[in-house]
């Protein structure tokens, strides 16, 4: 397993990578989860990506929001671009 130190790290960039890309890291799930499997894979911890539906509930159970998504395994550790990248803080001079 990623410790939580290089975990933070190897997010950080791939979401550095994935603001760079037209619509950043909120419309970016897939390429999120594809670069970060194919990093993972580099370094040889065994993972998997994932494709499914993510569903958003109220407090009542209801449905709210439903759409596609992607993430990725690290055995029984789920990595999702959306929940897990930490947000880069904005530069000012």
Not at 5 to 27: N, P, Q, T, W
Not at 46 to 66: D, H, Q, T, W
Request: hydrophobic share 40%.
């Amino acid at each position: 397993m990623l410790t939580p130190e290089s975990r933070m790290k190897l997010l950080d960039r791939i979401a550095a990578l994935v603001d760079e890309d037209y619509a950043g890291r909120s419309e970016m799930c897939q390429q999120f989860a594809d670069r970060l499997l194919r990093a993972l894979t580099y370094t040889q911890f065994p993972s998997r990506g994932v494709m499914g539906a993510a569903i958003y509930y109220n407090a009542k159970g209801k449905e709210l929001f439903r759409w596609n998504h992607a993430w990725v395994r690290v055995g029984d550790e789920v990595i999702d671009g959306n929940v897990d990248s930490p947000i880069r803080p904005v530069k000012t001079r």
